[in-house]
């Protein structure tokens, strides 16, 4: 199992920016990639970005490319999501979630952790 904790959520004005980590702990040889989806009030869940856990590589939605960006430190077992230019509608439940080598989809989640961007 893998075992995921959020943190760096909060309260930004339209145009900041915040950083969210994620602490990954357990099994992380197990680990294919990494993600981070969001979910606002009355909307499904949404992919944001994902990065492979060996390679690095990392893809995004349209609607965040050029504005946020997924990294990850293999050696603190983190994974960040730097969010700039912040727009009203990234306001959502943050969560960060890990898809195995089993390559089953989003096998581990978060608690998740709040964005909220005022106007």
């Known amino acids: 199992q893998v075992q995921l904790v959020e943190s760096g959520g909060g309260l930004v004005q339209a145009g900041g920016s915040l950083r969210l980590s994620c602490a990954v702990s357990?099994?992380?040889?197990?680990?294919?990639?990494m993600g981070w989806l969001r979910q606002a009030p009355g909307k499904e869940r949404e992919f944001v970005a994902a990065i492979s856990w060996s390679s690095g590589a990392t893809n995004y939605a349209d609607s965040v490319k050029d504005r946020f960006t997924i990294s990850r430190d293999n050696a603190k077992n983190t994974v960040y999501l730097q969010m700039n230019n912040l727009k009203p509608e990234d306001t959502a439940r943050y969560y960060c979630?890990?898809?195995?080598?089993?390559?089953?989809?989003?096998?581990?989640w978060g608690q998740g952790t709040q964005v909220t961007v005022s106007s």
């Open positions: 979630a890990a898809e195995l080598r089993t390559r089953r989809g989003w096998d581990s």
């Open positions: 357990g099994r992380t040889f197990s680990i294919f990639r």
